[in-house]
């Protein structure tokens, strides 16, 4: 185990998009909770391109507080765009992703803080089911991720980890090498290998504002996480074809005797459900070919995840 600081930085990453109201108090816990550890802190908010106040009232927070930093991009690249850009800025010992929200509390702080300092070097921090806002709805479709993506993935996902947790510096740097394009964090870093530990919080609720990750957003997220971390889906294709393949020849078995007997097959009900049957495995076929080949395409493109407006409070060319 790789010694730690006895007053380590600890750099405190939160993507933001529109949240004006959250980002005094965000601030003003994290601030009360890092410093409660006997750790210094800086905080990164990474703003993704809001329309709101937010980069004011960051700029506001920094006169008051020189541990406080920001990133700006041009325009909404995503979450995950907005957690990388903070992980390639960060300076601290160790790195804490959350959201800006406060549904993720800044009272676990302390005790990721000292699950790291016990000598794991990745610490998921893994929500209780039926905290926060997001109710039970949320709670069964989270549940339902998780178990997809365990079955399809090579990797195993922590239920529940989302994207609160804490990394050390040399897991920060492996990290910070991998160059893929469709980054899906929760699937990455449990790839890494690092020693790690898990802290269960209960989720508080959301601070003020409106949740930006709308039904559209989980969806792309869950389809990156599927995709980049499984070949089953494709490997899916060629079962689903053995299976329809079998079935037409049986049929076209059974439709020969039925002849040979001098049954006579009117036909037209079986052949719609045939074509409709094979039409429908033929695009869902093709659908999931689409969704390897569309990100292949976006990762031999190179271009970069992000592009950044401007820094505050951080040295950047």
């Not at 995503?78 to 850009?85: E, I, P, R």
Request: aromatic letters at 8%.
């Amino acid at each position: 185990m790789t010694a730690r600081p006895e007053s380590p930085l600890i750099s405190i990453v939160v993507p933001v998009l529109d949240e004006q109201e959250c980002v005094a108090e965000v601030s003003r816990r994290v601030r009360d909770a890092v410093t409660a550890s006997g750790a210094r802190y800086e905080i990164l908010f990474v703003d993704d391109g809001s329309r709101d106040a937010t980069p004011d009232r960051i700029r506001q927070l920094r006169v008051g507080d020189e541990g406080v930093r920001c990133i700006r991009f041009t325009r909404s690249f995503g979450h995950q765009s907005a957690l990388l850009a903070g992980l390639r800025f960060a300076k601290g010992d160790a790195v804490v992703t959350m959201d800006g929200d406060l549904q993720h509390p800044p009272e676990v702080l302390p005790r990721l803080i000292e699950a790291w300092r016990a000598g794991a070097d990745v610490v998921h921090a893994i929500r209780q089911e039926g905290g926060g806002q997001g109710g039970a709805w949320k709670d069964r479709s989270s549940a339902l991720f998780y178990r997809v993506i365990n079955r399809l993935g090579a990797v195993p996902v922590p239920p529940g980890g989302a994207d609160f947790r804490l990394l050390d510096r040399r897991a920060l740097r492996a990290l910070n090498d991998l160059p893929e394009h469709f980054a899906f964090l929760r699937g990455l870093i449990p790839w890494l290998g690092f020693p790690d530990a898990q802290v269960s919080y209960d989720a508080g609720n959301r601070f003020a504002g409106q949740s930006k990750y709308d039904l559209r957003r989980m969806v792309r997220l869950a389809l990156d996480g599927i995709f980049s971390f499984s070949v089953v889906p494709l490997r899916l294709i060629t079962l689903i074809g053995l299976v329809t393949t079998l079935l037409g020849v049986l049929y076209g078995v059974f439709a020969l005797v039925a002849h040979l007997a001098g049954r006579v097959q009117t036909g037209w009900t079986s052949l719609i459900v045939l074509v409709l049957v094979f039409g429908g495995v033929q695009l869902l076929s093709l659908g999931i070919v689409s969704e390897y080949v569309g990100r292949t395409y976006e990762e031999a493109k190179r271009r970069p995840r992000y592009v950044i407006d401007r820094v505050e409070g951080i040295d950047w060319p």
